[in-house]
């Protein structure tokens, strides 16, 4: 569905997220959040990668009539003092919390950047830091586990975009430091080693542990 009404403004997303916040991230959820945080916005639509901002819902045109589109009522943050994540409940109950890897989406929302436009308020910001103990969560997933494609020239590739990587079945590199390690086992890698610390805190201190992959 989408809504006729006149736009307040429109903020572009681009293709997805532009990585350092040129533009706004998070889809509808993002542009539900825009449009709650600004007081004159009433209803919004998100389409073809934008999302406009409204005053009023104006006509009502379906889904069908325009592909993708989304669209909704401004919402609320009273609720923000109601829940609790489950990584946060375990800390607030006295457990060592560490997590490793996406277990919330990162970097586009909460405490980023202050400009709307650019990184929005819409996905708690480097992990939700409350969910987690202090230290013991990866912030900024995509630069510690990159996972976009690479362009290293190896031999024997047909095009500079297959990035083909040799390993063995465990994930080690034939060629480290050459080829890049896959994210996957840098995620496990350092699960392992925030297992070993969490174990290692509860011999000592019999505190319980809860880790999230």
């Known amino acids: 569905m989408r809504f006729g009404g006149e736009d307040i403004r429109a903020i572009p997303t681009g293709s997805g997220c532009e990585w350092g916040g040129a533009s706004a991230c998070g889809g509808s959820g993002n542009c539900c959040s825009l449009c709650t945080e600004e007081s004159a916005c009433k209803f919004w639509t998100f389409e073809n990668n934008t999302c406009h901002l409204k005053a009023e819902m104006g006509d009502r045109i379906p889904t069908s009539d325009i592909d993708g589109a989304v669209s909704g009522a401004s919402g609320t943050y009273s609720t923000h003092a109601q829940w609790t994540s489950h990584p946060q409940h375990f800390r607030d109950s006295g457990y060592l919390v560490a997590g490793t890897g996406k277990i919330f989406h990162t970097e586009e929302g909460g405490a980023g950047h202050t400009d709307p436009i650019k990184n929005g308020p ?69 699960a392992v080693a925030k297992m070993r610390l969490l174990s290692a805190n509860h011999a000592k201190t019999q505190q319980p542990f809860f880790l999230a992959v």
């Open 122 to 190: 819409g996905m708690p910001p480097n992990e939700d830091p409350p969910s987690w103990s202090a230290g013991l969560s990866m912030q900024k997933v995509n630069d510690v586990a990159n996972m976009w494609g690479c362009t290293m020239p190896h031999e024997g590739m047909k095009t500079p975009s297959n990035c083909p990587v040799n390993a063995s079945m465990d994930g080690t590199l034939a060629h480290p430091g050459v080829e890049p390690e896959f994210c996957d086992k840098i995620i496990a890698n350092d």
